[in-house]
C-alpha cells in the first residue's frame, strides 16, 4: 500500500515560497545523471540515452495557461492553502515554467528512461533506435521533490514538452485526457485504491495539437477524424514514479553488460525504490540481496492486494504494459483505463488492449508484469544462490497468492465470511447472460433485499434475458436465496453497512467523463467540478439528484459510440 497519509492539517503552505522551502531533490542527487545531458535542459530531440537514470530536462511552458482544477482533497491532506492554485507563480510552475522558481528550487527538471515489456515480452521496437535507449518519459516531467510533514513527494508535469524520449511525438498532453486523468485519480484514491494524486490542471488558452478522434456518435473502432485540442499540463504526484519498465531498463542492461557501470546502475535504482516505497517494511541494515528478496516479496502482495480491488471497483487499466505498472504498488497512467458498466469478463474500453489486457484477466496481466520484475532483479542475486532460490520460490508463488486476493476480495463483495467458488459462479454466468451493471448490481446486493426486485434496476436485460425472463428470474431468485443463506451471521444491517464499504455506489464512467470535457473545452468547469465532488465520495449515498444523475444504467443508445465506450488515442 501506499503510505498513509498524513493526518490532515490547516492550511500551511500559501506560497510557492512556502513549498519552495521544502524541495529537496533526493532522485537527482542520489541518482545518476546521463553524462551526455545537455546543461541547460533544452534537451527536447530524441536521441539515444545510453547510460543514467535521468536526463535533466526543462518542461516546455503552455502558452497562456489558464485554470481550470485542482484536488481540494490532496491540498488539503498536503497543508496547501486552496488560493494557491491561483496564484501567479504556482500557476506559472505548475504549466510548465520553472525558469524562475525561488530557491531551492531548481531550475531544471527530470525525465526517465524506461523499457517496455508487453504481457511479459520484452520489446525493441517501440524504441526509434531499436535499441531501447530511446524510450521513456515522452511527455512526463518531473519538477519538484519535497517532504511534507515528513512524507517525500515527487511532482510531475504529464504533457510538459518533449524530452528525448518522445520519439517524434509533440510531448503534449490535450485536455480531453488531462481531465480524464485528473478526475480519475482522486476518485481511486477515494475508493481506496493506491494511486498516484492529483494536485493541478492547467489548460492553454491559445495552444491546440491535433489528435486523431471520433466523429459525433461515430461507431467506428478507430477514431474516423483529426481534431484540434487544447493542450494541458496536469501534475501528478506519488512517492515515486519508478515502473516495473524503469528497473527491466537497468536490469537488461546489467544482464547484457551494456556498460561497466550496469550492475552499479542497477542496484543503484533498486536500492532507491527500496527507500522511496518500501522503507517502512525493509530493514537499512540488511545487504542488498537480503532487501531484494523482501523488496519482491513486498511487491507481490501489493500487486496482487492492487488487482484485486481494480477488480473490486470495476476498474480495468486497458494498457497493463510493464512500463505502466508503477513498481511502487500503486495505479499509474489513466490513459486507457475505463470503469465498467455492463458486466463482461472481457470488458476492456481500449481498442488497442485486446483480451489480454481485458477486465478478469488483470491478475494474469499482472503476473506477467511480475515475471518481468523479478527478472530484472535477478542480475543483482547472481553471487546469491540462496536468495535467488527465495526469488525464484516468490516469482512462482504470484497465482496462489493472487488467488487468495480475488477469493478475499469476492467474499467481501458478497458479504460472506469465505469464497464460495459454486455461488460465484453462478453468480458471474447469470451477470453475463443477464447483463447487469457492475457497479449497480452489487450496491443493490448491498442492501440485502428480500427479492431480486431491487437486484433488477442493475439489469440491461440482454436477448438471452429476454428469451425467457421468467425462469431467468427464477433462478436469480435461487441464487439470492443460496446467498443470502451463506452471508455473515450478522443482521441485515450490519451486513449492510459492511457491504457498502467494499460496494461503491458512484463509479467514474465514460461517459459521465465526456460531457465534462466537452464542456471544459468551452471553459466551463462546473461539470468537472461536480464530478470532482461526487467522485470524491462514492461510498456515499449522496443526494437524491445526485442519485439520479449518476447512480444509472448507460443510456442504450451510448453502447458502441467512439469515446463514450471505447477510445483508441489515450493521449
Ligand atoms: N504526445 C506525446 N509526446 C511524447 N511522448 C508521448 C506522447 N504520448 C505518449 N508518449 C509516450 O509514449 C509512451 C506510451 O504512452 P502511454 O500512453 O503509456 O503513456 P502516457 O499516457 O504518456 O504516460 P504515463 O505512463 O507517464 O502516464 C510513454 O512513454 C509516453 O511518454
Ligand atoms: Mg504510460
Same mark, same amino acid.
Given at each position: 500500500m501506499i503510505k498513509p497519509l498524513i493526518q490532515e492539517t490547516s492550511?500551511?503552505?500559501?506560497?510557492l515560497d512556502d513549498l519552495a522551502k521544502l524541495a529537496n531533490y533526493s532522485f537527482m542527487d542520489s541518482l545518476n545523471c546521463?553524462?551526455?545531458?545537455k546543461v541547460n535542459g533544452r534537451d527536447h530531440t530524441p536521441r539515444?540515452? @545510453? #547510460?543514467?537514470?535521468y536526463v535533466p530536462v526543462n518542461p516546455t511552458p503552455i502558452e497562456d495557461p489558464k485554470y481550470v482544477a485542482h484536488s481540494k482533497n490532496f491540498f488539503r491532506e498536503l497543508g496547501f492553502a486552496d488560493s494557491m492554485a491561483k496564484s501567479a507563480d504556482f500557476v506559472r510552475v505548475f504549466s510548465g515554467?520553472?525558469?524562475?522558481?525561488?530557491?531551492?528550487? *531548481?531550475k531544471i527538471g527530470w525525465a526517465c528512461g524506461y523499457a517496455l515489456s508487453i504481457f511479459g515480452t520484452e520489446y525493441y521496437q517501440q524504441c526509434p533506435f531499436q #535499441?531501447?535507449?530511446?524510450?521513456?518519459?515522452?511527455r512526463a516531467i518531473s519538477v519538484l521533490e519535497a517532504v511534507i510533514n515528513g512524507q517525500r513527494w515527487e511532482m510531475q508535469l504529464k504533457g510538459g514538452g518533449r524530452t528525448p524520449?518522445? *520519439?517524434?511525438?509533440?510531448g503534449r498532453a490535450v485536455l480531453r485526457s488531462s481531465v480524464r486523468e485528473f478526475l480519475a485519480q482522486e476518485h481511486m484514491h477515494a475508493l481506496g485504491v493506491p494511486t498516484s494524486r492529483s494536485l493541478s490542471l492547467y489548460v492553454s488558452k491559445t495552444e491546440k495539437v491535433r489528435r486523431p478522434w471520433y466523429s459525433e456518435g461515430s461507431r467506428s473502432q478507430d477514431p474516423d477524424m483529426l481534431v484540434s485540442e487544447a493542450v494541458a499540463i496536469s501534475t501528478r504526484v506519488a512517492p515515486s514514479f519508478i515502473r516495473v519498465g524503469q528497473l527491466e531498463l537497468f536490469g537488461r542492461r546489467a544482464r547484457k553488460m551494456e556498460h561497466p557501470r550496469a550492475m552499479e546502475e542497477l542496484e543503484h535504482i533498486v536500492l532507491h525504490l527500496i527507500d522511496r516505497e518500501y522503507d517502512d517494511v525493509i530493514d537499512?541494515?540488511?545487504t542488498t540481496a537480503e532487501k531484494v528478496v523482501l523488496l519482491a516479496r513486498e511487491f507481490l502482495n501489493r500487486l496482487t492486494s492492487l488487482v484485486a480491488n481494480w477488480i473490486r471497483v470495476g476498474?480495468? %487499466?486497458?494498457?497493463?504494459n510493464s512500463d505502466n505498472c508503477a513498481a511502487g504498488g500503486f495505479t499509474l497512467d489513466y490513459g486507457p483505463f475505463g470503469f465498467c458498466?455492463? @458486466?463482461? *469478463?472481457?470488458? %476492456?474500453?481500449?481498442?488497442?488492449?485486446?483480451?489480454?489486457?481485458s477486465f478478469l484477466n488483470q491478475p494474469v496481466a499482472a503476473e506477467r508484469n511480475f515475471h518481468m520484475f523479478c527478472s530484472a532483479l535477478r542480475p543483482l542475486l547472481m553471487a546469491h544462490q540462496d536468495c535467488l532460490a527465495q526469488l525464484d520460490e516468490i516469482q512462482s508463488a504470484f497465482p496462489k497468492v493472487m488467488k487468495a486476493q480475488m477469493e478475499k476480495m469476492w467474499a467481501a463483495k458478497l458479504g460472506l465470511g469465505a469464497f464460495h467458488a459454486t455461488l460465484f459462479n453462478e453468480l458471474i454466468t447469470l451477470m453475463e447472460q443477464t447483463s447487469v451493471d457492475y457497479t449497480m448490481f452489487f450496491r443493490e446486493l448491498s442492501m440485502v433485499p428480500d427479492d431480486i426486485g431491487l437486484l433488477k434496476k442493475s439489469f440491461y436485460k440482454s436477448s438471452t434475458y429476454h428469451a425467457d425472463s421468467e425462469e431467468m428470474d427464477k433462478r436469480w431468485s435461487t441464487w439470492l436465496t443460496k446467498w443470502k443463506s451463506l452471508t455473515?451471521?450478522?443482521s441485515r444491517e450490519a451486513l449492510s453497512r459492511q457491504m457498502k464499504l467494499v460496494n461503491p455506489k458512484y463509479s467514474l464512467r465514460e461517459w459521465f467523463m465526456v460531457p465534462a470535457y466537452q464542456q471544459a473545452d468551452t471553459g466551463d468547469y462546473s461539470l468537472i467540478q461536480e464530478l470532482q465532488k461526487v467522485m470524491t465520495q462514492p461510498y456515499a449515498e449522496q443526494s437524491k439528484d445526485v442519485e439520479e444523475k449518476y447512480y444509472r444504467l448507460k443510456?442504450?443508445?451510448? @453502447?458502441?459510440?467512439g469515446g463514450s465506450s471505447h477510445l483508441s488515442c489515450s493521449s
Open positions: 492550511p500551511i503552505i500559501a506560497t546521463d553524462p551526455d545531458a539515444q540515452v @545510453f #547510460t543514467g537514470h515554467d520553472i525558469a524562475h522558481v525561488p530557491e531551492p528550487m *531548481r #535499441t531501447g535507449n530511446g524510450y521513456g518519459d515522452g524520449y518522445c *520519439r517524434g511525438a509533440d537499512q541494515k540488511l476498474y480495468c %487499466q486497458g494498457n497493463f458498466d455492463m @458486466f463482461n *469478463r472481457h470488458y %476492456q474500453s481500449w481498442t488497442g488492449g485486446g483480451h489480454h489486457y455473515q451471521p450478522c443510456p442504450l443508445e451510448l @453502447f458502441g459510440v
